[in-house]
């Protein structure tokens, strides 16, 4: 089954409104990798996560990776209408790069 | 990081038909992959594309349906044979330094089974 799982699945915000998203791992991971597909477009990679406890921040993107390695999370503050898309968390499992199920921000302005 | 570019961007086939996709990167890469993405659906590995030998397929994907050639460290195509409206999905090829490392994506083919 899928080893990499990501809560919400969806998520309506007002345009303002803080977002966060989160990504567990049945396995610890080596790394976290983070990517925002906006609708109709492809996966652009935003960031990676290495080390236990980590955190980095992009502008209004903050990006946490668990002191276990076995989970991490990306919060948004203050959404805007430009956020709008599915951010997809991705980990090493097996011998693969394996996606989670993402999730889908939608903004009203 | 590469630029990648993919052709058709679009397509719709008829059941039974092959559809063969590009995919060019502007740099030699080491790693090149192949990924599925149904409709409203996360991403599935299909194959990496070995440079010179046969590619190496993830489970439930096979080189029958699925083959994929990789010529040079530049270019791939993957081929989607015997179409089915099952097969309609979001076809993209990656690069990446390592099949764990991060993935630069193309921007995607297409494709819809009638």
């Known amino acids: 089954g899928q080893q990499v799982m990501q809560i919400p699945q969806y998520q309506h915000v007002q345009e303002g409104e803080d977002f966060t998203t989160y990504c567990n791992s049945s396995?610890?991971?080596?790394?976290i990798q983070w990517y925002k597909q906006r609708p109709g477009g492809h996966p652009v990679f935003l960031i990676q996560?290495?080390?236990?406890?980590e955190v980095k921040k992009q502008k209004r993107l903050t990006f946490q990776f668990g002191e276990a390695k076995k989970n991490s999370s990306l919060h948004i503050t203050a959404t805007q209408t430009t956020d709008v898309g599915t951010y997809f968390c991705?980990?090493?499992?097996?011998?693969?790069?394996?996606f989670g199920g993402g999730t889908r921000l939608m903004v009203k302005p | 990081s590469a630029v990648i570019s993919q052709k058709p961007s679009r397509d719709i086939c008829q059941r039974g038909t092959s559809l063969t996709i590009q995919c060019q990167v502007d740099?030699?890469?080491?790693?090149m992959f192949w990924y599925r993405q149904q409709p409203g659906q996360s991403l599935t590995l299909i194959a990496t594309?070995?440079?010179?030998?046969?590619?190496?397929?993830e489970s439930g994907f096979v080189i029958d349906k699925f083959p994929i050639s990789r010529p040079n460290l530049t270019f791939s195509t993957l081929t989607v044979s015997n179409m089915s409206p099952e097969d309609s999905s979001i076809y993209l090829c990656?690069?990446?330094?390592?099949?764990?490392?991060?993935?630069?994506f193309g921007p995607g083919t297409r494709l819809l089974v009638l």
């Open positions: 594309a070995n440079q010179g030998s046969e590619a190496t397929y």
């Open positions: 996560l290495v080390k236990s406890g």
């Open positions: 396995t610890t991971l080596s790394n």
């Open positions: 990656s690069v990446g330094t390592g099949r764990w490392e991060t993935q630069y």
């Open positions: 991705a980990g090493p499992v097996g011998n693969m790069l394996t």
């Open positions: 740099s030699q890469v080491t790693m």
